[in-house]
Antibody, heavy 112, light 112 residues
Framework: QVQLQESGPGLVKPSETLSLTCSVS????????WSWIRQPPGKGLEWIGY???????NYNPSLKSRVTISVDTSKNQFSLKVRSVTAADTAVYYC??????WGQGTLVTVSS | DIVMTQTPLSLSVTPGQPASISCKSS???????????LYWYLQRPGQSPQLLIY???SRFSGVPDRFSGSGSGTDFTLKISRVEAEDVGVYYC?????????FGQGTKLEIK
């Protein structure tokens, strides 16, 4: 069964770039769509976007101008970058092979 | 964006009793391929969401048969035939046909 694990800094300063990586094990990343979803503390779920292993992407229009998702098939990983972050970007970030497998999530706090 | 509206937002249920959650979408979730891309998730406290039901009524691997999904078009229901203590958490519906994928607000289930 595919397992996903998020990694990256837990604290990012305002106006900087949030960078996270999702490592996929138990299966190849070279198929399926790979997604990022986030959840502000105590709130609901927001879909950020997805990437296909070939590199094609689709982003939530609400974040599209600030988000990039990329894939590295040689490392079986995909990544998320969110530029110009504010406190509103504070959330638990999940990577997923939606809709079935999700990572355990990683909390990213935006604060100086 | 497609708006997913869940009711109720909270439920308090005695163990062994049934529970039901409604999810209504602002547009039909029926795809031209004949499938309806409506999913149900359970997020237990401190955990990532886990898939319960996919395509309206199909139980995901390992999901107990006390969970069932029904509906069509824009109106969907998740039913738990006999609630158990381990069913505590927040239930989300999600639509996977229109981009961006969107989630309901969540329904918090607690045990009386």
């Amino acid at each position: 069964q595919v397992q996903l694990q998020e990694s990256g800094p837990g604290l990012v300063k305002p106006s900087e770039t949030l960078s996270l990586t999702c490592s996929v094990s138990g299966g190849s990343i070279s198929s399926y769509f790979w997604s990022w979803i986030r959840q502000p503390p105590g709130k609901g779920l927001e879909w950020i976007g997805y990437i296909y292993y070939s590199g094609s992407t689709n982003y939530n229009p609400s974040l599209k101008s600030r988000v990039t998702i990329s894939v590295d098939t040689s490392k079986n990983q995909f990544s998320l970058k969110v530029r110009s972050v504010t406190a509103a970007d504070t959330a638990v970030y999940y990577c997923a092979r939606a809709p079935t497998e999700w990572g355990q999530g990683t909390l990213v706090t935006v604060s100086s | 964006d497609i708006v997913m509206t869940q009711t109720p937002l909270s439920l308090s249920v005695t163990p062994g009793q049934p529970a039901s959650i409604s999810c209504k979408s602002s547009q039909s979730l029926l795809h031209s391929d004949g499938k309806t891309y409506l999913y149900w998730y359970l997020q237990r406290p401190g955990q990532s969401p886990q898939l319960l039901i996919y395509e309206v009524s199909s139980r995901f691997s390992g999901v107990p048969d006390r969970f069932s999904g029904s509906g069509s078009g824009t109106d969907f229901t998740l039913k738990i035939s006999r609630v158990e203590a381990e069913d505590v958490g927040v239930y989300y519906c999600m639509q996977g046909i229109h981009l961006p994928n969107t989630f309901g607000q969540g329904t918090k289930l607690e045990i009386k």
